[in-house]
């Protein structure tokens, strides 16, 4: 078969695919990219450009990365599925044991899914089935807070925002939920009236409540917001005292993001159930987890269906898997704290002339993540042109314009993004004006 030329491409990807929250057919021309190694893209007719986003917190040791593409080989020649009801595997296992053993303490068993959508499914169902099979049935509501995202399937749609979010289109139709307020923004601002309030939602609502759910320390898709880690631990205190499961959402936050391994560790809270995805594999491959302590799979297996009925077709995927280890080991066998903390320094320096511009409201950066707060929506168009006028491939959402390089992101590199964090942010401003 012939390659497609670039407008043929462009032509088809309107005609027939559908893109990230995208109409049908596509508005705006996307990028094609031909390929990626390091920190750039290769993108058509325009050239390289250093990846600002990590393909969404996925790719934290870059594109095309010799390690990970042995594993992903070596693996390949071995077998790159086999189904996982009544076989297992050493990727699988050996994967497993690493989550276990890198988590926070407690959290010792391992649903392996797909998709970090599919891992909050599985999180919720362990929370509801938990209380069903404990003889608490009426436990069947999810309480989180406001500003959240938890991904675009059910269950997941129904803790993100109601507001703000992306699935406010729902409202009514979608499982209702109980919301607590937004936690009050900033990583060292505390506010004891806040924690208050959440012992005392918790406590209002514990008779009907399987669980809470929330991102720790990162609010990702739903606003990038940063809050304590303190109130995690008000968290774990009001669900231990008012009986209710704990789930913790480190999709986008686990791996070393934040400067801690995982969100929890800032905290050193255990969570009941938690989920991981994005970056578990690198960014090769999809790959979710959902961990979870002896407590509730003893809970489950007490009742009277004593399996978690879930099983997707893909689950435990050996290539995956194998590159999730792989994934793992390479961030593990390097000084990865130096490296997020190099990237912390060099986004805070690159980033403070944002702060200058008059139509931005916030500029934040915690760990190997940066943010820029316009007042207004970013025009989509001309941030983009600007970023990658500026060498840089950013995807700006709302009023956010961010980044989370790669963590082989160097110096040089780092300033590059800073300064087409800047650029955008001044093109969609002056857009607007
Ligand atoms: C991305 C994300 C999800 C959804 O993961 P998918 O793999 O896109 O389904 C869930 N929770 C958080 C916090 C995320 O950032």
New binding site residues.
């Given amino acids: 078969m012939r390659d497609l030329d670039l407008r043929e491409i462009l032509d088809l990807d309107r005609a027939h695919v559908w893109h990230p929250y995208g109409p049908m057919p596509g508005r705006q021309e996307p990028l094609v990219v031909e390929e990626a190694s390091g920190v750039r893209l290769r993108i058509a007719g325009v050239g390289d450009v250093v990846d600002g986003m990590s393909s969404?917190?996925s790719a934290i040791h870059g594109y095309n990365h010799p390690v990970l593409n042995e594993a992903a080989r070596d693996q390949l020649g071995r077998m790159s599925h086999v189904m996982f009801g009544g076989l297992t595997h050493e990727p699988a296992v050996r994967l497993a044991k690493r989550l276990v053993d890198l988590t926070p303490a407690g959290l010792e068993h391992v649903f392996l899914s797909d998709?970090?959508?599919?891992s909050?499914e599985v999180a919720v169902k362990m929370c509801l089935q938990y209380w069903r099979s404990v003889g608490r049935p009426e436990k069947q509501r999810m309480l989180t807070w406001r500003g959240g995202?938890?991904?675009?399937t059910w269950q997941?749609m129904a803790v993100c925002d109601p507001q703000g979010g992306m699935h406010s289109l729902w409202q009514g139709v979608l499982p209702q939920q109980v919301f607590a307020d937004l936690p009050p923004a900033g990583f060292d601002a505390y506010d004891d009236a806040y924690a208050e309030h959440l012992h005392d939602v918790i406590g209002r609502h514990a008779h009907e409540l399987a669980g809470v759910i929330v991102?720790p320390v990162v609010q990702?898709?739903g606003g990038m917001r940063f809050h304590s880690p303190r109130y995690l631990r008000a968290l774990r205190e009001a669900c231990d005292a008012h009986g209710v499961l704990l789930v913790f959402?480190e999709?986008?936050t686990g791996f070393g993001r934040t400067g801690a391994l995982f969100a929890a560790d800032h905290a050193a809270v255990t969570p009941d159930v938690m989920?991981l995805?994005?970056s578990l594999t690198g960014g090769y491959l999809?790959m979710?987890a959902t961990l979870c302590t002896p407590r509730v799979a003893d809970g489950i297996a007490r009742g009277e269906v004593p399996v978690l009925a879930h099983g997707p077709t893909f689950m435990g995927n050996p290539l995956a898997a194998a590159v999730a280890s792989a994934s793992i080991d390479l961030l593990l066998g390097q000084d990865w704290q130096t490296e997020v903390k190099r990237i912390e320094t060099g986004l805070r320096a690159a980033l403070a002339p944002a702060a200058e511009l008059p139509y931005v409201r916030d500029v934040r950066v915690l760990g190997a993540l940066g943010v820029v707060q316009l007042d207004h929506q970013v025009d989509m168009e001309a941030a983009t042109r600007a970023a990658v006028g500026a060498g840089v491939w950013l995807r700006p959402f709302r009023d956010l314009i961010y980044t989370m390089p790669p963590f082989i992101t160097g110096d040089d590199d780092v300033a590059r993004i800073g300064r087409a964090v800047c650029a955008a942010a001044r093109a969609s401003g002056e857009a607007r004006a």
Avoid: L, M, R
């Avoid at 995202?149 to 675009?152: A, F, R, S």
């Fill in positions: 969404w917190w998709s970090g959508s599919v909050v995202y938890h991904g675009d997941p991102e990702g898709a959402d999709i986008a989920c995805g994005k999809t979710a």
